[in-house]
């Protein structure tokens, strides 16, 4: 920041100062809380008048450098191709900032040249996000015309949750007044581009590596993967109604399939050192595994000192956890598996339950004995137990029963798990879900856009794993002007 910089703002600082100090003295007479109240927040809303101010002016004295504005239009034709050619000079736009307040500049806009037939019909179309950009603003990540912080405090208010409206309410008491509309616009176009980048970097994923500092070299490590339940809207074809401001739609059940990565501590708890990873996808069981196998690569399992994967007893987690196992050429010796063990006692109440001849007592004592064998490992123990039940006219559905535990046998080693301090429940997974899932996107009268939904299980697995500023880092370099090229560049 030069000199001249420097006074500038100690001038904007000062006159500010002579304007409003007088005010804030006036105001201090202080009997009671609530005058206390109001002075806080009159003194937190004239600051954040200051912040506008200088904000503004650097914003200001940046973009409409014309050494800036050259650099960025040079930058813009270098990677967007010289489509991007057609320059209209000192367009006026209106930057919102995360202060609440507003900069007015002046900056050059580049349109695409649209191609057209020999007819003088257009040849391409006005593409999602427009015909062109602002090269100086998007060099300085302002899309949609606001600043990066405040499209981050928006988009975090919104993952949060629990709707766009009380979202629009938190945002108003810091000063920022956005409707819902444009709530709803920000947030939906920073999932998508963040589910652009999601899908470049599971390609890098595969064939490059974390730094040596965030790897998960000789640490012990618990990989969860279970579904969850959203609905998903369909819209119906047809007229809109009369009187109505939508169309008919259907909104069918879906699975959205969440996974979570942790290291664990020395007593087998997740670790408060290191944080976690979720993400998950709307997409199939396949999907969802090619991106989990994406970063335990990029994070270098393999050098790890022990793996557990954990899960419920859905055939669809561990067949494909042993073809992930080869894939990733993981050392056998070091990965461990376990059914939830709070899973599996619910199938023990279940057979209990269908023996009808048993008394209270009888089921009780039976349960007992059954759950001690399972924690002890003793799967034969369980297994003769059932056996022995298969009579009568519930037999096959206690036959059924037994089959579960027969399959998943080698899931159960619950006591071996217990003397290496390795976990014998899912929970990490099934709070995942809670937390990601359930208190966001499932409720009375909710319904997602698969794109939308797949968007904001990503934007909130990252803000609630303590990942935020990783995303909006990744997202803000992929939208620069050069930042697709960059990453693009890898994939080829």
């Known amino acids: 920041m030069n000199q001249d910089m420097v006074s500038e703002i100690k001038n904007i600082v000062e006159k500010w100062t002579e304007n409003n100090i007088p005010r804030i003295c006036k105001d201090a007479e202080i009997q009671n809380g609530m005058d206390l109240y109001k002075l806080e927040l009159r003194i937190i809303s004239l600051l954040a008048t200051l912040g506008t101010m200088i904000i503004g002016h650097i914003l200001k004295s940046l973009i409409q450098d014309r050494k800036f504005q050259k650099e960025s239009n040079k930058l813009a034709k270098q990677h967007l191709g010289e489509a991007f050619k057609n320059e209209k000079p000192n367009q006026r736009v209106t930057i919102r900032l995360l202060t609440g307040g507003e900069v007015k500049v002046k900056t050059t806009y580049c349109r695409r040249i649209m191609e057209r037939d020999t007819r003088g019909r257009k040849r391409t179309k006005r593409g999602k996000e427009g015909n062109g950009l602002y090269p100086a603003l998007t060099r300085l990540g302002i899309h949609h015309r606001a600043t990066p912080a405040l499209i981050s405090e928006i988009c975090q208010e919104v993952a949060e949750g629990p709707s766009l409206e009380l979202a629009q309410q938190r945002l108003k008491r810091h000063n920022i007044d956005f409707n819902v509309k ?13 589910l652009e980048w999601r899908t470049v970097w599971q390609q890098i ?38 009187g109505k401001d939508h169309h008919r739609f259907k909104g069918d059940w879906k699975e959205p399939k969440q996974l979570v990565i942790a290291v664990l501590d020395e007593k087998g708890r997740k670790s408060r050192k290191e944080q976690p990873i979720y993400n998950g996808t709307l997409e199939n069981a396949d999907a969802l595994f090619e991106f989990l196998g994406a970063y335990l690569h990029y994070y270098s399992i393999e050098e790890a000192e022990k793996i557990i994967f954990v899960g419920d007893g859905a055939p669809w987690i561990w067949s494909r ?19 939830d063990y709070y899973h599996a006692v619910q199938h023990l109440h279940d057979v209990a339950a269908l023996v009808s001849y048993w008394t209270d007592r ?11 064998a399972l924690r002890e490992g003793n799967v034969e ?33 619950y006591k071996r798990l217990r003397a290496e301090n390795l976990p014998i429940g899912s929970g990490i997974i099934e709070s995942t879900i809670r937390r990601v899932i359930n208190l966001r996107l499932k409720g009375n009268g909710i319904f997602w856009r698969f794109e939308n939904a797949e968007g904001m299980i990503q934007m909130r697995s990252y803000y609630l794993a303590g990942r935020w500023e990783e995303l909006l880092e990744n997202v803000l370099d992929w939208l620069s002007i050069d930042g697709r090229m960059n990453w693009l560049r890898w994939v080829c």
């Open 182 to 194: 444009s709530i709803r616009t920000l947030t939906n176009h920073f999932g998508h581009h963040g």
């Open 205 to 242: 994923a595969w064939v490059t590596k974390a730094p040596k500092d965030k790897s998960l070299k000789d640490k012990v490590v618990v990989v969860g993967v279970d579904g969850g339940r959203l609905r998903e809207r369909h819209d119906l074809m047809g007229r809109l109604r009369k």
């Open 321 to 339: 956890v042993e073809e992930l196992v080869i894939r990733l050429g993981l050392d056998p010796s070091r990965v461990h598996k376990a059914l």
């Open 362 to 372: 009888q089921r009780k004592v039976w349960l007992t004995k059954m759950k001690r």
């Open 381 to 413: 123990v369980v297994l003769e137990g059932i056996k022995a039940l298969c009579i009568g006219r519930n037999a096959k559905a206690i036959r059924k029963e037994l089959t579960y535990f027969e399959e998943r046998r080698h899931l159960m080693m």
